[in-house]
């Protein structure tokens, strides 16, 4: 990956729905890779949820 530097992580949350409050959690990943000045610059960030919705 050279320089590159990367980040990951899971998370869980309670969010509204058509339905009321349903559970969501998943994983995530932030890839950052040093710029023209030699500052870092997030050039991926990507998230997945695991869980399956629910049925409606």
């Given at each position: 990956?050279?320089?590159?530097?990367?980040?990951?992580?899971?998370?869980?949350?309670?969010?509204?729905?058509?339905?009321?409050?349903?559970?969501?959690?998943?994983?995530?990943?932030?890839?950052?890779?040093?710029?023209?000045?030699?500052?870092?610059v997030?050039?991926?960030?990507?998230?997945?949820?695991?869980?399956p919705?629910?049925?409606?």
């Amino acid at each position: 990956m050279g320089d590159a530097i990367y980040q990951s992580g899971t998370y869980s949350m309670t969010v509204n729905g058509p339905n009321g409050e349903m559970p969501v959690a998943g994983d995530w990943l932030v890839l950052a890779e040093p710029g023209a000045d030699g500052n870092y610059v997030i050039t991926r960030h990507i998230y997945n949820i695991d869980m399956p919705q629910p049925a409606q």
